[in-house]
């Protein structure tokens, strides 16, 4: 079965660092993989997605992720981080071409940002 | 373009007794997917619908019902009430086809299990 782990459960950066979000996951072959976010009260927001080709994807808000198979990863990073990032922050998995689209998740990053 | 709504957004339940649950996908979307969302667990998935028939199901006991309506709306059934029952539930919709994987998530129903 798939999993996914985010070992950062709560992270605190300064407003205009930079931030790196860490996900592994662990999955027989190369899944689909995604980025969502959540802000308090609210439902989750889909920032980008990763089905093949370029390692690294480019999202909303000025998010990017790289995928990286040999390490099993898939690292969201924003170069400059604003006050309105804080939020909830999942990475998702899906099978790729099992025809099961059901989404695995992390247990999230909380990102606090100082101003 | 209308976003994914979900009713009603907030409930309070007595162990015991059920509940449903509604969501309307975007319009255009043929595939719904619900999850449940709790401190302890995350999100989880339940099942997911496409064209009013049920494709994939999640690890959790027939207690959890849905259905899908042929206008893509969904309904999620929840009978016989624990309080582990307490949640958000979402609800997401997407086209159908490799687009099924780009979720659009509701704002969510938070339900409270006295």
């Known amino acids: 079965a798939q999993s996914v782990t985010q070992p950062d459960i709560h992270i605190t950066v300064s407003e205009g660092a930079s931030l790196e979000l860490r996900c592994n996951y662990s999955?027989?072959?190369?899944?689909?993989l995604f980025w969502y976010v959540q802000s308090p009260g609210q439902g989750l927001q889909l920032l980008l997605k990763?089905?093949?080709?370029?390692?690294l994807v480019q999202g909303i808000k000025g998010f990017e992720a790289e995928f990286k198979r040999s390490q099993s990863s898939f690292n969201l990073r924003k170069p400059s981080v604003h006050w309105s990032d804080a939020a909830e922050y999942f990475c998702?998995?899906?099978?790729?071409?099992?025809?099961?689209?059901?989404?695995?998740f992390g247990k999230g990053t909380k990102l606090s940002v100082i101003p | 373009k209308a976003g994914v709504t979900q009713t009603p957004r907030y409930l309070i339940k007595t162990r015991g007794q059920q509940v449903t649950l509604s969501c309307s996908p975007i319009?255009?979307?043929?595939?719904v997917s619900w999850y449940q969302q709790t401190p302890g667990q995350g999100l989880q998935f339940l099942f997911e619908?496409?064209?009013?028939?049920?494709?994939n199901k999640g690890n959790f006991p027939g207690r959890f019902s849905g259905r899908q309506f042929s206008n893509s709306r969904s309904e999620m059934n929840v009978s016989t009430l624990e309080l582990g029952d307490s949640a958000l539930y979402l609800c997401?919709?997407?086209?159908?086809?490799?687009?099924?994987?780009?979720?659009?998530f509701g704002p969510g129903t938070r339900l409270t299990v006295t």
């Open positions: 997401a919709s997407s086209l159908g086809g490799q687009t099924a994987y780009e979720q659009y």
């Open positions: 998702a998995v899906a099978p790729s071409g099992a025809g099961s689209y059901q989404l695995t």
């Open positions: 990763y089905f093949s080709g370029d390692t």
């Open positions: 619908y496409f064209s009013e028939t049920q494709r």
């Open positions: 319009s255009g979307h043929r595939s």
């Open positions: 999955y027989g072959a190369t899944p689909y």
